[in-house]
């Protein structure tokens, strides 16, 4: 019995020399030579700044109205042919709850991202880019989120804000612009400067004022070549919205550039809630939405 038990042991030790070498040899050759290949994950920053190049770069899909099957009754309309215009449905007052509905109406629809992140630099100067990046620390470790601002518009009087926030960057940005699509609205143009007699939509026709939290913002009307003397994100909004002359002001911490696009989009949403006369329209040579100039 003794014997036996000598050999046992020493076929276990023979075993464990033989494990520990394996592993050594392992540990030594680089991993071309094992024949396995490394799966080294790239750091954010650079992911996100990818993404910021495909974001600048943003191509409206076309919907086929054949193969699109509606869920709201809006669509049901538009595929049946008695809604052939985006008007006729922000009048009404109802909500859009598909994004298809707006590729349908506005072919000619183009959208942006906008700089409302920045990246990491030395005491806080780094560049701005499209995504701003947020973390929840856990005891599993840092998870990462990116949110992201789109802006989408026909250049005619229609225009939409949108934000999103993902993991990744990718379905961010998709859900922004889906978002903006479902919250766009219509404007009113016009020439309301007394500096300018041109009565063409190039402007606004009167003066408004938007707010968002401490941010404070005002447009005015401005002359023919002026062109859009505001921030480059809010100039952004007004040059999809189809207005190329403005003047603005703002107050409060216009640093927050969520709140100040917010703001911005605020304003323009008070050129159709306020009330004129029939009177003034000529004068001011008002255009609501996508109508041209007489």
């Known amino acids: 019995m003794v014997e036996e038990r000598k050999e046992t042991q020493k076929e276990e030790e023979n075993e464990k020399k033989a494990t520990t070498e394996k592993i050594e040899i392992t540990e030594e050759k680089p991993l071309a030579e094992q024949g396995e290949t490394s799966t080294i994950e790239e750091p954010i920053e650079n992911i996100a700044k990818d993404e910021e190049e495909l974001g600048k770069k943003i191509e409206m899909e076309s919907v086929d109205i054949q193969e699109w099957k509606p869920k709201t009754s809006i669509g049901k309309k538009?595929?049946?042919?008695?809604?052939?215009?985006?008007?006729?449905?922000?009048?009404?007052?109802?909500?859009?709850?598909?994004?298809?509905?707006?590729?349908?109406?506005?072919?000619?629809?183009?959208?942006?991202?906008?700089?409302?992140?920045q990246s990491k630099g030395k005491f806080g100067g780094g560049q701005r880019r499209v995504f701003r990046q947020t973390q929840k620390k856990t005891r599993e470790g840092n998870k990462p989120k990116f949110s992201t601002c789109a802006i989408?518009?026909?250049?005619?009087g229609h225009v939409g804000l949108g934000f999103g926030k993902a993991k990744e960057t990718v379905p961010a940005?998709?859900?922004?612009?889906?978002?903006?699509?479902?919250n766009i609205i219509k404007i009113r143009r016009g020439c309301g400067s007394w500096q300018c007699t041109c009565h063409e939509g190039h402007s606004?026709?009167?003066?408004?004022e938007g707010k968002c939290g401490s941010v404070r913002i005002k447009l005015m009307p401005a002359p023919k070549g002026k062109g859009l003397v505001i921030e480059k994100e809010c100039a952004k909004m007004l040059a999809l919205a189809?207005?190329?002359?403005?003047?603005?002001?703002?107050?409060?911490?216009?640093?927050?550039?969520?709140?100040?696009i917010k703001a911005c989009f605020n304003a323009l949403e008070q050129l159709t809630k306020i009330k004129i006369s029939s009177s003034d329209i000529p004068n001011l040579s008002i255009i609501e939405g996508g109508a041209k100039n007489e």
Do not use: M, Y
């Open 204 to 208: 606004i026709p009167f003066a408004v």
């Open 173 to 182: 940005r998709e859900k922004a612009i889906r978002r903006a699509k479902l």
């Open 78 to 117: 538009i595929k049946t042919g008695e809604i052939n215009n985006i008007d006729q449905i922000l009048d009404s007052g109802k909500r859009i709850l598909e994004s298809e509905i707006i590729d349908i109406l506005l072919p000619n629809l183009e959208s942006d991202l906008l700089l409302i992140g």
């Open 242 to 260: 189809g207005i190329t002359d403005i003047i603005s002001k703002t107050k409060g911490q216009t640093g927050t550039k969520i709140n100040l």
């Open 152 to 156: 989408v518009g026909d250049r005619s």
